[in-house]
């Protein structure tokens, strides 16, 4: 089922709104972990962690989930599909990837409040993570999958065969016949 125009345009928007949010809360996560990583204030580090940890559990995480959860409501109910072009596959992988990443990290990000390098570690592979996403949804470059090639070929035979029926109709149909000779 593909959505109607509007509905698919909706879809994106929320798409690309949350996803866009989820990669401002880890620049954000980023600066946090970075400010407190070359600090011998241990005022600093004690207060960058509580806003390290309520950036997590309030933004990035529900943002994953739900770029998650809207990426993939966007690519089954739209033409491009989820398993037809590369750029969407790669992308729902890096999604997927990132939110079980996101989940292991959750469980050590209360040990890790004092080691402020891992967390730039996680940060910047995050971040990286989401800027490739954001390319391939920029570029979307060429290249189907070979599921998408037979969907592909499977709509042009029924297209094909529907136009020959069609044609073979309208030849055997002796009024369609008449008006084609006045």
């Known amino acids: 089922m593909i959505l109607p125009p509007r509905l698919r345009k909706f879809a994106l928007t929320v798409h690309v709104i949350i996803s866009v949010g989820w990669l401002g809360a880890v620049v954000g996560f980023l600066a946090l972990a970075i400010a407190s990583l070359p600090s011998r204030d241990s005022a600093t580090v004690r207060a960058a962690y509580p806003a390290i940890e309520v950036t997590v559990w309030w933004v990035i995480v529900p ?50 409040a004092d080691m402020s390098g891992e967390s730039v570690a996680h940060a910047s592979g995050a971040l990286l993570f989401l800027l490739v996403a954001t390319v391939l949804s920029v570029y979307k470059p060429r290249g189907m999958t070979r599921y998408g090639w037979r969907k592909q070929h499977a709509q042009h035979q029924v297209g094909t065969t529907e136009a020959a029926l069609a044609s073979m109709h309208e030849r055997s149909d002796p009024s369609v016949q008449e008006a084609a000779i006045k």
């Open 63 to 112: 943002f994953a989930f739900a770029s998650l959860l809207t990426g993939l409501i966007s690519s089954l109910f739209t033409p491009w599909g989820l398993f037809r072009y590369w750029w969407v596959l790669v992308k729902f992988l890096i999604n997927v990837f990132a939110c079980i990443v996101l989940l292991q990290y959750l469980r050590s990000l209360n040990a890790m």
